[in-house]
């Protein structure tokens, strides 16, 4: 059964820096123990090692060998012998070789992520994942073009064989008294906004009179039908 909050009763989202702990308690509540994971996207490998401990075995993927590179030496840190980590597309490559029981991606999510996901997993296998949330940084005017909405979400894990068992929204709306703490809010954010046009439509949405950002994620667990 969905248990899917309504968006008045959202999960605060944590730091930009935090895994999810909505995600990490779904991922929990499986049988770690007896489970090979595969992290879809692992970065310098921060959602691997949190799990490692916990796991059978993980393997984390990344295209970026630096990060890769980053990740291998704080395992081997961690004296983490259970945890591998390999340079990869996880949008072109197919799973099968790494023969997960149950696939993750933390703010590393795509169509083609799930579809993948789809083929290698077997029936009652997790799928689990974080995405944005189409109201990421909504007052810019400009989505990401990775973001889901519960809606999309729904039909794209239909469409590559799973049914939803959790899905929430992970919301942190930060409100402002006046333009310069908008300002101020998304400093870090500006040259890269800039960039992609949105820092102009932030300005002008402040300029008007708006008085927030926001920050939003879709934590989702699915498993193969």
């Known amino acids: 059964m969905v248990n899917q909050k309504p968006p008045t009763e959202a999960r605060p989202a944590g730091p930009p820096?935090?895994?999810?702990?909505?995600?990490?308690?779904?991922?929990?509540?499986?049988p770690l123990a007896e489970l090979t994971v595969l992290d879809a996207g692992t970065g310098s490998g921060r959602l691997a090692l949190t799990l490692a401990p916990l796991c059978r075995?993980?393997?984390?993927?990344?295209?970026?060998?630096?990060?890769?590179?980053?990740?291998?030496?704080h395992a081997a840190a961690a004296k983490l012998s259970n945890v591998r980590f390999v340079v990869g597309d996880v949008e072109v490559e197919?799973?099968?070789?790494?023969?997960?029981?149950?696939?993750?991606?933390?703010?590393?999510?795509?169509?083609?992520?799930?579809e993948?996901?789809?083929?290698?997993?077997?029936?009652?296998?997790?799928?689990?994942?974080?995405?944005?949330?189409?109201?990421?940084?909504?007052?810019?005017g400009r989505p990401s073009r990775f973001a889901y909405g519960e809606t999309g979400a729904r039909r794209l894990l239909k469409r590559t064989g799973f049914t939803v068992d959790h899905l929430e929204?992970?919301?942190?709306?930060?409100?402002?008294?006046?333009?310069?703490?908008?300002?101020?809010?998304?400093?870090?954010?500006?040259?890269?906004?800039?960039?992609?046009?949105?820092?102009?439509?932030?300005?002008?949405f402040l300029e008007d009179g708006g008085r927030t950002l926001t920050r939003a994620h879709l934590v989702v667990k699915a498993r193969k039908a």
Request: net charge neutral.
């Open 116 to 140: 993948r996901a789809g083929r290698v997993l077997r029936p009652g296998q997790v799928f689990a994942f974080v995405a944005f949330h189409t109201d990421q940084w909504k007052e810019t």
């Open 17 to 30: 820096d935090q895994l999810s702990p909505a995600f990490l308690e779904r991922l929990r509540a499986e």
């Open 169 to 204: 929204v992970e919301r942190d709306v930060k409100a402002f008294s006046s333009v310069e703490e908008g300002l101020a809010a998304a400093v870090g954010l500006q040259e890269k906004w800039k960039v992609d046009g949105r820092w102009f439509r932030y300005v002008k």
């Open 57 to 73: 075995a993980v393997v984390g993927v990344d295209r970026d060998a630096k990060l890769i590179d980053e990740a291998r030496r």
């Open 94 to 114: 197919e799973y099968a070789p790494f023969k997960p029981d149950l696939v993750a991606a933390h703010l590393c999510m795509s169509d083609a992520i799930a």
